[in-house]
């Protein structure tokens, strides 16, 4: 299910999830369908282009752990391609993801890991494991197809003071990790300010936040957010350091051949 972002490092691609049932709209006529399409329109991070994010890990003990990395994309035909490598610490220097979106299926997505000069697709129930001992796995980080699933548009609600708009989304594919989204929606900007995700026994297991929100290069951009596992009381925080949504890469960036050059 497609979740905003990439940019998690796709992010807020990752954000969004899949297409909404359309029911009847509150007064201000908007269905659950047409909010969700319009946080598609926004792309509150890149569709393309070159940024840096500050990761900062911490665990349940609350000792924390940096990483930064690098994410270019570009678009091709209309899907994102990423390659995210992490620049700092030393120890996982050069650690490499590319995702790829793809029309039909699932995304492509290959991790090289430098230590082991080992390259090696990311699939099937891998996706739902850690990506890089952070909060978010594989599949948050994917971006799926917008024809699956069901959406359904709740009662308003006020997020840090800010009016959003509220939608469930349930993933078609029962294998999906998450049962369920639950997203509050700013009515401004129509950015995601707070996602709970919810586990196939329908508990809630984790929560993304986005917890600044500033104006680059005119547009209204996601610039720290926080993913926060409840139930193991870890959490991974992601801040923009730098963003070019102008800087273009060649195809051949994307290879996956040459991940481990």
Request: with cysteine; charged share 35%; aromatic share 6%.
């Amino acid at each position: 299910m497609r979740t905003v972002a990439a940019s998690v490092l796709f992010l807020l691609a990752v954000l969004v999830p899949p297409a909404a049932v359309e029911a009847a709209p509150p007064d201000d006529g908007l269905t659950a369908r047409q909010i969700v399409d319009k946080v598609l329109a926004k792309d509150n991070v890149f569709g393309a282009g070159q940024a840096r994010l500050k990761l900062t890990i911490q665990n349940s003990k609350g000792q924390e752990r940096v990483r930064v990395v690098d994410t270019r994309s570009i678009k091709v035909d209309d899907l994102r391609w990423t390659l995210v490598t992490f620049v700092e610490p030393a120890d996982v220097a050069g650690t490499r993801l590319l995702a790829k979106e793809v029309k039909e299926g699932d995304d492509v997505q290959y991790l090289y890991l430098p230590a082991l000069k080992e390259k090696r697709r990311i699939a099937g129930s891998e996706k739902n494991e850690s990506f890089m001992g952070t909060d978010f796995t594989y599949n948050d980080l994917e971006q799926k197809g917008m024809e699956e699933g069901e959406h359904t548009r709740l009662a308003d609600e006020q997020h840090s003071g800010i009016d959003c708009y509220r939608v469930d989304a349930v993933p078609k594919d029962k294998e999906d990790e998450y049962s369920k989204l639950e997203l509050w929606i700013d009515k401004k900007d129509f950015i995601p300010l707070k996602i709970y995700f919810y586990d196939r026994k329908g508990t809630h297991m984790k929560t993304l936040v986005a917890q600044k929100v500033e104006s680059i290069q005119g547009e209204m951009t996601v610039t720290k957010l926080m993913m926060k596992n409840v139930k193991k009381g870890t959490k991974t925080t992601m801040a923009l350091d730098s963003l070019d949504r102008k800087k273009t890469f060649p195809k051949a960036l994307f290879d996956e051949a040459s991940l481990d050059k």
